[in-house]
């Protein structure tokens, strides 16, 4: 506590709960955009949150994306939160393996010496299969899982960096560009108001699904990101950020 005074972090984090309407604020050191090693020292304090707020038999829905992974990389035995059930948050958005929520849940569990499920479903779903994939007992079961969760962690990415990086099509592309979005969270995409422009079809958690009872997570840093996090939180579903000294020191001085 002393060194986080002395580098000034807590008047930063009490700035950020202000700007953003947020109850939690975390600000590691560094720009994730500059250095790789910042995402991991985020990962370390959300674990470290996770240890405070996890209990036994709960269950932690997570998304996919590299803050994320960078979670699950420093993921540690979650001791006093025995049998814990991680799911993925939504099904496939288009990602590569290593960034989808499939793997970074799997992940997370095996070092957390949790549980885990998976949601097996093809992305970019049309109209047609994803009627028929919800109506599945066994994916059914899973969502059940997925809606109820306790906890859920989750990352924020830059509209446009997202769209690009996921196997988007041209009209949803153009959906996105054309509707000004800034922020991209669980597969929906903000404008700069909060508003949802364009949302991925797929299974799983849905923005009405983030009621006030649960503990939502955000982790998100990098100077880059910092208009994404600005817009994400302008809807306020989730109450903690876990961010770094770029995304914040931006937020609080140009937003
Ligand atoms: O789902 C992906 C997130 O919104 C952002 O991904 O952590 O790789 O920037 P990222």
Redesign the pocket.
């Known amino acids: 506590d002393f060194i986080k005074e002395v580098s000034g972090f807590s008047v930063l984090e009490q700035q950020l709960k202000e700007i953003l309407h947020v109850d939690h604020v975390i600000v590691v050191p560094g720009n994730s955009d500059e250095l790789d090693w910042v995402k991991q020292e985020m990962g370390k304090a959300s674990v470290n949150y996770l240890k405070t707020i996890l209990k036994a038999n709960q269950t932690i829905a997570v998304?996919?994306?590299?803050?994320?992974a960078a979670v699950a990389e420093v993921m540690l035995p979650l001791d006093q939160a025995s049998n814990c059930m991680f799911v993925p948050a939504r099904g496939g958005?288009g990602e590569r393996m290593e960034?989808q929520a499939n793997t970074i849940c799997a992940e997370m569990a095996k070092k957390a010496n949790g549980q885990y499920r998976l949601l097996h479903v093809p992305d970019p779903l049309s109209e047609e299969s994803y009627q028929m994939i919800i109506g599945e007992p066994s994916v059914g079961e899973i969502l059940e899982l997925i809606r109820d969760a306790h906890v859920v962690i989750h990352?924020?990415?830059d509209a446009l960096t997202?769209a690009q990086r996921r196997k988007t099509s041209l009209d949803n592309t153009k959906k996105i560009i054309n509707g000004h979005a800034v922020s991209?969270?669980f597969g929906y995409y903000f404008d700069k108001d909060g508003k949802v422009v364009h949302k991925v079809r797929t299974v799983g958690l849905q923005l009405e699904d983030l009621h006030q009872s649960k503990c939502v997570i955000a982790v998100?840093g990098g100077e880059s990101k910092a208009k994404a996090i600005y817009s994400y939180f302008k809807q306020g579903k989730s109450n903690v950020l876990i961010t770094d000294e770029g995304a914040a020191n931006k937020l609080a001085r140009d937003i």
Do not use: D, K, P, R
Request: proline residues 0%.
């Open positions: 998304t996919g994306g590299t803050s994320m958005l960034n990352g924020i990415g997202m991209e969270a998100a």
